[in-house]
């Protein structure tokens, strides 16, 4: 595919008249071609003015109709082939075999909302048949179902630029619930985004559906992302990047006339927990694959463990030893851009300048621009209750060891941590009593609790959360990840005492669209 550089809107590619912006190689800080046009408001207007006139046709599709597209997506971005890896890698300093695994869970979490979308549950179809002669007053027809809200503005993610950015999860959940999108796409990586767009508008195309189901647009996050999210015709949002991105937009969307949710994934320390059982055991493994969650991509990863409590004592002395040892053999990895080193480069510093806070073990500069050593700290848990820099997140490849003297601790300390999008217990069986008493306290922090693993690689399936509490997300109640995420661009509509022939197909008598049903509160099968 050839890239033109421009803002894809309705199925048209549409030059922009704001100015220009290029991607940039972070290895060499070499600026890439071509450059990209930059959209007005008004061009904009036209993209959500499309979305909106897209919404009914879209919102109701069959299911066979709806599942094909999501399906076409994915074949169309693996016919794009090794092209979409190398100028991905290029603009994000990410290494092929990465972005391999990234553009699979890209195409298998279309798929797997292609089933879910024939499957139908999600729909969540409730039918309370009318009782005439229930006594003393008759029971009315009642009919339940979950349509999609409308148009859904996206925000293309730096770290992903595959799984979480013009096709990834929030696109494909809002696609899946029959939402129109339209992506921001991320400024860092615009070939790639140029790419993906071609594959789902190829996909509109090919199955006939109104061009205004997507568009992907460029320009400036503080004004056309702000414009994006205040236009009316917009009734979602879906975003995963910093906490000050993430809560401008959050301002800006309940600031509207008609304010809207903003599901946005923002910072998170992701918190392990090693408890002394799992010391007896095999300490330089242990600490091996901590210091290798902390550094895989450059530490720039979402779940990236940037917080790991440790017992005192020798065994505990023993793991740090090991850590020590592991991240001074590490050089450091190209980051995503120029602007996120520098951002990393911050977080250090503040950790490196807090008192009482020690060095652990650095590595080494990496040969290229934007490569900075992976370095792990540490402290006692008194110093890091009591100082709030160690509980922000640095993201990148940098993380601090706690030492802690017993559980009672380990309960005390998390009931002060920020939500989280992740906590993970290394235990024994020796160690379950102790860490039972843990596990209520990490359940009202965060999204998902990890035994004896790292929080790094998150499986996109159903029962999967990638959520927390805030800031970990906006909205603790879901999750950006999984089928679930679908329920995030759904609203429930009941239909009372309705004629069967203007019901909507789900909820008709016959059950055209064979999905699963709740009668009267019990499950009714489809055949």
Not at 11 to 18: H, I, K, L, N
Not at 65 to 92: C, V
Not at 381 to 408: C, M, Q, W
Not at 482 to 493: E, Q, T, Y
Request: negative net charge; contains cysteine.
């Amino acid at each position: 595919m050839t890239l033109a550089g421009h803002s894809l809107i309705a199925g048209e590619a549409t030059p922009g008249t704001s100015g220009t912006a290029h991607g940039i190689n972070p290895a060499t800080n070499e600026q890439l071609e071509p450059a990209y046009t930059l959209i007005s408001d008004q061009q904009l207007k036209t993209a959500t003015e499309a979305a909106a006139d897209a919404f009914d046709s879209f919102s109701t599709l069959e299911p066979e109709q709806h599942a094909r597209f999501l399906e076409a997506i994915a074949e169309n971005i693996e016919a794009i082939g090794d092209d979409l890896i190398e100028r991905t890698s290029i603009e994000t300093g990410l290494g092929l075999d990465r972005l391999r695994g990234e553009r699979a869970r890209t195409t298998g979490q279309l798929r797997l909302f292609a089933d879910v979308v024939r499957h139908g549950d999600f729909r969540g179809v409730r039918i309370d048949p009318a009782i005439p002669d229930r006594t003393p007053l008759p029971r009315a027809d009642i009919r339940q179902r979950q349509i999609p809200l409308g148009p859904v503005a996206v925000f293309g993610a730096s770290n992903f630029p595959l799984a979480f950015s013009v096709a990834g999860g929030d696109t494909a959940s809002a696609f899946a619930a029959g939402c129109p999108v339209i992506v921001k796409a991320h400024n860092a990586h615009p070939g790639t985004a140029e790419l993906v767009g071609q594959a789902i508008t190829k996909a509109v195309t090919d199955l006939g559906l109104h061009p205004g189901v997507f568009s992907l647009v460029y320009g400036s996050g503080a004004s056309i992302g702000q414009a994006l999210v205040a236009d009316p015709a917009i009734k979602a949002v879906g975003f995963t990047g910093s906490r000050a991105g993430g809560t401008a937009l959050m301002r800006t969307a309940a600031a509207r006339p008609e304010p809207i949710p903003v599901y946005a994934e923002m910072s998170s320390i992701n918190p392990v927990y090693v408890f002394p059982g799992a010391l007896e055991g095999d300490v330089q493994t242990l600490a091996r694959q901590y210091v290798g969650s902390v550094t895989g991509s450059s530490g720039q990863l979402c779940t990236s463990p940037g917080l790991v409590f440790v017992p005192e004592g020798d065994a505990g002395n023993r793991f740090t030893a090991a850590v020590t040892n592991a991240v001074t053999e590490l050089s450091g990895q190209t980051m995503l851009s120029g602007g996120i080193a520098t951002a990393w480069q911050h977080g250090h510093d503040a950790l490196q300048a807090a008192a009482d806070v020690k060095l652990l073990g650095r590595g080494t500069e990496g040969p290229g621009e934007n490569s900075p050593a992976p370095t792990v700290f540490t402290a006692d848990l008194d110093v890091f209750i009591t100082n709030p820099v160690l509980h922000e997140e640095v993201f990148g490849a940098a993380s601090l060891v706690v030492r802690y003297k017993g559980i009672e601790d380990l309960i005390e300390v998390t009931g002060k941590l920020e939500g989280q999008l992740t906590a993970s217990l290394h235990i024994t069986e020796d160690d379950y009593p102790a860490a039972a008493p843990l596990i209520p306290t990490l359940e009202r922090k965060v999204g998902r609790i990890i035994i004896n693993g790292w929080p790094t690689g998150v499986e996109v399936g159903h029962a999967v959360v990638h959520g927390g509490p805030y800031p970990a997300t906006s909205d603790a109640k879901t999750t950006s990840v999984g089928s679930l995420a679908i329920d995030r661009f759904l609203r429930p509509v009941a239909y009372q005492n309705f004629p069967d022939q203007l019901r909507p197909a789900p909820l008709q008598d016959a059950n055209p669209w064979q999905i699963n049903r709740l009668i009267d509160g019990k499950p009714e099968h489809a055949q």
